[in-house]
């Protein structure tokens, strides 16, 4: 066993923490974090961001060097994360684009696609969204009602898609649609590269509980795309499905060290706060619910360090890597729960009127999401259960 | 990076595995149960045979000079099958004490026969308030000519397998001791009703019983809290070996189990429940692989390692034998299955040495996380 990182590894952190110093927008590193509120101003100011990533050769290390990335190692990959969790850097827009997208176009696209949209995916001047859910196809996917039927050699496209992350803000969307009927439910889907800007696209902005819009409605009337936008084969968007899913090589690395973070932060709240006129730490039920807390927070971070050994040694991630997500966003949700359960009355105060920072109020409201963005934990906890414990298959599936 | 444990200690734990395996597994267990108690001696010398006493000793009194790693798959094979036996409070207690504490002759008088399987050595240190670090002892250690003499009461005293020297706890001058003392030496003893039938518990007394100071007097507490370190990173490995048969034992049942013309295993309420129990095991596993390298290579957060390992792990253990019986239904609650005795193991495991809210306490403490005492606030007590 072994926990340090080697002299290159070190060098490279050295190498990205001066350029952040450097090139985070101003006054960020001091605190300054707020995001425009406007879409028009929020927009322009993450792809900028995008773009000073870009050229500062950080936008995409994990890419091949041909293609404008790094091939950055998968150690190097973590600590990229593990240092823009440090700096609580902006979200990267065209996130979508970068991790799942272009890699899948290496991989599969044609070459007119991969000359098209890999650059544009890297500076930012183009960002995606992804279509994947409908109002009837969540967790079920392969339910999916959305069609595009051929026309005097175009696809005429209809249906209805929802939760898109980021729909409002992309130019592109990487759409799963019907192209045929069939009775396996995984045939007869295919991936369109789809143009957003077109009358038949109409996006809608959804209000989260937490009052962010993030995702969308996607109205598709008519929408038409080309033989050009499909990935890979017509009727085996799935096969295309699977393989955007594998490209996510460091997993929930940014997740993982920014729970750490904010478990840091609700540590920070406990030597904060009084109530009844005691530091909140030395009540013994907090420092009980905390120390409970720090044992499974260490214990999901040290399980992802096995799974990444597991990668390191074996070239992919074992079984159990499948267990990371559920775990940390399980995690973020009770973290956040006792967050809020120890600060009294006063919890229910918000914004500049909280206790100690109504960063942890809105965090409370937002970690909902995480158990059911990207795999419920239920579906999570069916995959666990069929593929790595060998229990029999859900008869709906 | 490197989170695994080395192919080595992999190989030894597939032999370990077979060895345990060739004991027809919780039958060792069970015959404790019925009363032959020749099967644990046995087992000590086998295992002793193939090296594992002579892991945590150092080479200059016949060991093997290895660390806490290579008893993690010793003590997660052992825990599987609930192996009874001393080999937690010898190897990974004793030893670790005598190793940092013991003088020169302390250690060759002993060690050596420990290595080769020959002695096995337990922890007398409780007293009847059944407190882990009590303000006094009342066993009292008086000076004699050639060394001192204990008197008083210890019970909770772990005795299955024939210990022939205790670790002892008792009051001097200075404070708080810990002693030597041999078995053949104790006055008289009571065996105890136990949950967990597999264990042999005894209150012993001590009436002038000669004592052998370990370490510096007063200094019981300290040394206890430094030998616990090693303790509980093993006892954590023992308990993921006990998760992880849990597990499988689970999912095997829920396979083959028809109810409703389908395996119950297929119902989500089943399905989810061993997922949970898989979910706490690796993160188990994860936590007892941590404290057992921090414990080796003595690791700056050693003391948060492996306290915040044992609070987790004691607690998700009993939970994976509580919901192991409820899935298994009628012949989960039957003394047939062996789930039950993984239940009694778990709940016996849970305080001992320390319990839950004291590793939590350990863990808050050693991250630094209070005020100062001085500035430190009352806390209300209602």
């Given at each position: 066993m072994d926990f340090t990182f080697t002299e290159k590894e070190e060098k490279f952190r050295g190498e990205l923490r001066g350029w952040l110093e450097v090139n985070l927008p101003k006054g960020w590193l001091q605190g300054e974090r707020k995001l425009p509120e406007d879409n028009e101003h929020y927009s322009k100011f993450l792809r900028d961001w995008q773009r000073t990533l870009y050229e500062g050769g950080w936008a995409a290390i994990s890419w091949p060097k041909e293609y404008g990335g790094r091939d950055a190692t998968l150690m190097e990959e973590i600590i990229y994360h593990q240092e823009m969790v440090r700096v609580q850097s902006p979200p990267l827009v065209n996130y979508i684009g970068i991790h799942m997208v272009a890699p899948t176009l290496m991989q599969m696209g044609t070459d007119a696609q991969k000359e098209e949209f890999i650059e544009k995916i890297l500076t930012g001047e183009q960002v995606w969204s992804q279509g994947y859910s409908e109002p009837g196809a969540g967790s079920d996917l392969t339910a999916l009602q959305t069609t595009a039927v051929k026309k005097d050699g175009k696809w005429v496209i209809n249906g209805q898609k929802v939760w898109t992350s980021f729909a409002h803000l992309a130019d592109r969307c990487f759409l799963l649609t019907k192209t045929s009927q069939s009775e396996k439910k995984h045939e007869g889907i295919t991936v369109f590269l789809l143009d957003m800007d077109q009358e038949g696209v109409e996006t809608r902005p959804i209000v989260q509980m937490d009052g962010h819009q993030e995702f969308n409605e996607v109205y598709l009337t008519d929408a038409i795309g080309t033989d050009e936008d499909i990935v890979g084969e017509e009727g085996k968007g799935w096969a295309v499905l699977i393989a955007l899913m594998l490209h996510e090589r460091s997993g929930i690395a940014a997740q993982v060290f920014t729970l750490e973070q904010q478990f840091e932060q609700v540590i920070e709240m406990a030597k904060t706060v009084r109530v009844n006129g005691c530091l909140l730490i030395d009540d013994p039920f907090v420092e009980d619910g905390l120390a409970d807390l720090y044992a499974r927070i260490n214990g999901a971070k040290l399980n992802y360090y096995r799974n990444i050994t597991h990668t390191l040694k074996n070239g992919r991630p074992g079984p159990e890597s499948s267990l990371d997500k559920l775990l940390v966003s399980e995690l973020t949700k009770e973290l956040f729960d006792f967050a809020m359960s120890i600060q009294g009355h006063p919890g229910v105060l918000t914004n500049d009127d909280s206790t100690f920072d109504g960063e942890m109020q809105s965090q409370y409201l937002a970690s909902f999401g995480a158990t059911i963005g990207g795999g419920t934990s239920e579906v999570q906890r069916n995959t666990i259960g069929e593929r790595i414990l060998g229990l029999p298959k859900d008869l709906g599936r | 990076m490197d989170f695994a444990l080395s192919e080595e200690q992999e190989l030894f734990r597939t032999a370990i595995r077979k060895y345990m395996n060739d004991l027809d597994r919780t039958e060792i267990a069970r015959s404790v149960i019925s009363g032959k108690l020749d099967v644990v001696a046995n087992a000590t010398s086998g295992l002793a045979e193939m090296g594992v006493t002579a892991i945590p000793i150092s080479e200059e009194v016949d060991g093997l000079g290895l660390g806490a790693l290579d008893l993690v798959p010793v003590f997660e094979e052992t825990g599987r099958v609930l192996l009874p036996g001393l080999q937690l409070e010898t190897l990974a207690l004793a030893v670790p004490l005598l190793e940092s504490f013991g003088t020169t002759a302390q250690k060759a008088a002993r060690l050596p026969k420990v290595a080769a399987g020959e002695s096995s050595i337990s922890i007398a240190w409780y007293e009847k308030?059944?407190?882990?670090?009590?303000?006094?002892?009342?066993c009292i250690a008086a000076k004699t000519e050639c060394g001192y003499a204990l008197t008083g009461t210890k019970t909770l005293v772990p005795v299955i397998g024939n210990p022939d020297t205790y670790i002892t706890g008792a009051q001097t001058a200075e404070g708080k001791s810990l002693f030597l003392v041999k078995a053949s030496d104790i006055a008289s003893s009571r065996m105890l009703s136990v949950l967990d039938e597999t264990q042999q518990l005894a209150e012993i007394t001590l009436k002038q019983t000669p004592g052998e100071l370990l370490g510096e007097p007063g200094r019981a507490t300290d040394m206890l809290k430094e030998g616990l370190l090693h303790f509980n990173a093993a006892l954590c490995s023992s308990m993921v070996g006990g998760m992880d048969e849990l597990v499988k034992m689970t999912a095997e049942y829920a396979k083959i189990r028809v109810q409703f013309n389908q395996p119950i295993g297929r119902f989500q309420a089943i399905k989810h429940g061993i997922v949970n129990m898989k979910l706490d095991l690796e993160t188990a596993r994860s936590l007892s692989y941590y404290a057992a390298w921090a414990v080796e290579t003595n690791a700056e957060d050693k003391s948060a390692a492996v306290h915040s390992a044992r609070s987790f792990i004691s607690k998700a253990f009993i939970k994976a034998a509580a919901d192991s019986i409820q899935i298994h239904g009628g012949i989960g609650f039957t003394e047939e299955l062996d789930v039950h005795l993984y239940l009694k193991r778990a709940r016996y495991y849970d305080s001992y040495l320390g319990s839950v809210r004291d590793s939590r306490r350990a863990t808050a403490r050693s991250l630094g996380w209070h005020s100062t005492p001085a500035k430190r606030d009352a806390v209300p007590v209602s």
């Open positions: - | 308030d059944g407190s882990l670090f009590p303000n006094s002892f009342s």
